[in-house]
């Protein structure tokens, strides 16, 4: 096969990882399991929490089909977050044994799987960065990036996955969703979030990057 070729999907074709489906809110793993390898998310959505020393509940990430989900399980170390479906999800579980064995079949699966981990690491380091950014900043920066993840400008996702994404209350996020409609960046309707225009978004991202953040608002 060419290695241009390899992708998690084509291991699945290949009969290796386990097929688990799992149904809405059920959960994949809890923090403190040890882990015995890793995650591949075929199709649906998984949400990745942790407990703030506070304990309340704080979403850091959103994870959709082709992430790897679990990466601590490599080095058989305890999971620190909680993996719960959102929606009907089915994933690949990948034991070590598993993927040595398949390494040593095509060793370019090593490559593939740190190809993966690159881009979680990075994500990752944008996460932390935004953390101390304002309210109005993470949860702009949050939808931006779903819509990279899924390519798709609908959004489906409630104010209270919002408020515990962005670690603030509800209320606070009903008043920037309302600043965002008013600047013509996003629509509500019927549950899903409509972003009308990526492109100031993006700019609004990029200039709030600079020393002094912009509080937000578009001139008229």
Request: net charge positive; hydrophobic share 35%; proline share 3%.
């Amino acid at each position: 096969m060419n290695n241009n070729e390899l992708s998690w999907d084509s291991f699945i074709a290949m009969g290796y990882g386990e097929k688990k489906v799992y149904k809405k809110n059920e959960i994949l793993f809890h923090p403190g399991e040890i882990g015995k390898g890793f995650y591949y998310l075929l199709a649906g959505e998984v949400k990745i929490s942790v407990i703030s020393r506070e304990g309340h509940e704080r979403d850091i990430d959103y994870v959709t089909p082709g992430e790897l989900i679990g990466v601590q399980g490599i080095q058989n170390e305890p999971y620190t977050y909680t993996a719960k479906a959102t929606i009907s999800s089915t994933v690949y579980f990948f034991s070590n044994l598993m993927f040595n064995q398949l390494c040593a079949k095509l060793p370019e699966a090593a490559s593939v799987r740190t190809n993966s981990l690159i881009m979680k690491v990075r994500l990752l380091a944008e996460s932390i960065n935004i953390l101390t950014a304002p309210a109005e900043y993470r949860l702009a920066h949050f939808l931006y990036g779903l819509y990279l993840k899924k390519e798709d400008p609908k959004i489906k996702i409630s104010r209270t996955s919002l408020g515990h994404f962005i670690g603030t209350s509800r209320i606070t996020v009903y008043k920037i969703i309302r600043q965002l409609e008013q600047d013509g960046l996003i629509e509500i309707n019927k549950g899903y979030i409509y972003l009308l225009d990526i492109y100031k978004l993006k700019t609004f991202l990029d200039s709030s990057l600079r020393p002094s953040h912009q509080a937000y608002h578009t001139k008229n």
